[in-house]
């Protein structure tokens, strides 16, 4: 399996009060093989969206990249990429789907003109013909009727269908890589299996490799291939997805795993995790976890490295070296 | 329609209401003979009822007759109709330059907003926003006309261009005179158009849509014009439908001080002669023409967003 | 009422709208004090010292009755200073009260008021101030101020409207209401605090305007009457000399630019101290 993808210590800055930065991303390092799905989870406020953002180089202004940040595409540095060079990576080699179809798509151009628009930005070729694989792409995604849907303004689809159009656009310029960043959350919960069903799909039958991010562990199981849950701007827990569900050992993934309702297994009370997600101004020092973790120790006040729990298995807690 | 309905009745009675005598200057002081005094009175429509004498002014109105000037002795419709057309040419230049220079830099301030381009720009819009017309007109008219004699300051024709002299030597005459209001009203004008037009564009640059559109590798010219600006280019049709006012008051000082034979300096002219038939039929001129505006701005809602068309 | 103060310190604080404070501050200020300072404006010190360019003695120079110009521009600012004034806490008034009655009362009342204002809005506002000012001859003081206040209101009173429908929903006022509270209770104490945001920025735009709307009519002869000093006058009589004295219409008008500048500068920053949203 080759690498597509890798983030070596991500860092973004935000300017604050009194000329002082917050870093809502703050070391944050994963790989993506060729082929596979890893599910980027944590709650809203972590820094996963930021992260994705950064791929394209599209975080917000007044945001930026702090310098010693390193994203590697095959063999290109991707975020020394500038001008027209950039541009060619943004939906050619990686394609983004964005959280609410409604506000991302442009209400004043029809849905076949926003994916013609993808397809023409990486390819020449006669507007007929990319009108055509348009029209493919819509069909490939499952939109009943897609001559018809070409036509449609976005504000005439339903909330599943807009978001299928967004996959099409996003798959528009063929990208090796896909992220979609909450695709299902502003959507109905059967609307959600059927999308994941697309992705899935479309996954196998072009060979591509999958980001996906999320605050719902729900989605993660039986999707995705490996696991990075985020915590304050920084990656707490890595592994594959089976080995997640069967033994998560970060005290916040095991927190979030009782906080969630289970269909099997004897009723159990749910358990919330105390107090509230720090702000990126207000990082706790030493382990991040540690005001909120029934399992804080002295050691907590050390901020942990990425330590392994088992092989293939690692997370950023002190308690991975007792074994 | 009913808008403009009200905005009748609302000039005529407020004429109604004013204290002073509209025959006044007709007089020009001389006392009258009560005979001579009765036949103006008459002439004029003042010697019925109030209520009498609005019925007979809507009547006029259907009939395209507002009434008769005091001051030329002429009817209105054709002193309006003579006016109409140098106010037009005017104001016309300055809506097109409005739209195109004015909100090209709207776009440029927002794209590059708070560097140096964006802050110089909004002072300038700032105080030329604050500008009277007709003294920014005296101004330019002296430095311009007189000082550096480079271009003519008053009237549109050249009087002393023969008749013999072809059409283009007319034209490049008559634009060379309209250079000087048209930059007079522009500058106020475009001041605010920029303004409305930096804010509308800085709104939709946040939004999601474009993000997408920077995702899917268009280059930024596109992103800026074709996603962004169309959708930031709604506000500023409202502006539109709100222009036709504001360049008409304006143009009643520009063309009063550069002698510019339209609408406005008739307009003028007529508030120096108390000739108030003439105002009156100006006004309601002015009043159908915004109203048309407002009309207008609907209908190219409709057409450039779909969300109205299609609703 | 509070927030209407927080409004102004935030404005206060915003550099621009410190620059447009301040600059109202200096132009009040020489308003108030300058006549007494100066030398008096309507004395013609010497038949010889007309149209006089700026120097020393007369930072300004002298217009063609070889009055000094410095001394007529402050004067004219207490004019124009205290017409602008007037007339917008005149509208303000106006626009608020019946803003608040449609808003509230709504129904025919509120269709039937917002028709008149549809209708009133059609007309430019300079047009209707010229039919009424061309009828009326040598209109005084008072009653020009009157006018200019009087047709200013309807664009506040919509602002007001769109304020008491959307506060009409909030809770405080749905409390208020089902607590058994007079009508004319919950408008003063809930309502009425409550736009004075709103209300603050759309006075402190307008007095600009009322700027510009009174120079204007004074610059047609239809607005404040000689001998009374007004910037827009000022204009008018230097055309004759246009050409040998251009200061004396230079400088009122670059009056008139500071005043209407400093006030657009501070009524932006507290439109942006009330709506954050706006940029």
Redesign the interface.
Known sequence: MSRVLEIEDLRISFPAARDTRVYPVDGVSFGLERGETLALVGESGCGKSLTSLALLQLVPSPGRIEPGSRITLGNDDVLALKGEALRRIRGRRIGMIFQDPMTSLNPVFTVGDQIVEGILAHFKMPRGKARERALHLLQEVGIPDPGERLQAYPHQLSGGMRQRVMIAIALAAEPEILVADEPTTALDVTVQAQILEVLDRLRTSRGMAVLLITHDLGIVAGRADRVAVMYAGQIIEETSTARLFANPSHPYTQGLFASVPRITGPLKRLTPIGGSVPAPSAWPSGCRFRPRCPKAFDKSELEPPLLPVEPDHRMRCWLAENG | M??????I???FF??R??????L?RVSEGRALAPAELATLRARYGLNQPVVAQFVSFVRGLTRGDLGVSIEYGRPVTALLAERLPATILLGGSVLVLNFTVGLWLGVRQAVHRGRREDRWLTTVS??G????????G??L??LVG?KLRLLPAAGMHDPLLGADAGIAAHMVDVLRHLILPVLTLSVVSIAATMRYQ??AM??VL????V??????????REVTWR?AW??ALFPVITLFGLWL??L??GS??VE?VFAWPGLGSL??S???G???PV??G??LL??AL??AG?VLTDIAYAV????VR?A | MTSALASVKAAWRNPRGRIGAILLLVVSVAAIVGPWMLPDPLAQPDILGGSLPPGPGHPFGTDQLSRDVLSRVVSGARISLSVALLAVGLSATIGAAVGMVSGYWGGLVDAGLMRIVDGALAIPRLFILLLVLAVWEQVPLPALIFLIGATGWFATSRLVRAEVLRLREEGYVRAAEAMGARRRHVLFRHLLPNTMGPLLVAATLGVGDVILLEAGLSFLGLGVQPPTPSWGSMVLDSREVLVSAPWAGIFPGLAIVLTVLSANLFGDALRDAVDPRSI
């Open positions: 009913v808008t403009f309905a009200i905005a009745t609302i000039l407020l004429m209401a004013a204290p002073g005598d509209p006044a700032l105080v926003y604050a500008m009277p017309s007709f003294w920014l005296l101004v008219a002296w007189i930096r804010s800085l709104e946040s939004l999601p849509y993000t997408t559109a920077r995702a899917k590798g268009l280059p930024e996603h169309r959708n006012p504001i008409v008051t009643v000082f009063a307009a003028a007529a508030v120096w108390r000739d108030y105002l009156m100006a006004s002015v009043a915004v109203v407002g450039l967003d779909p969300r299609l």
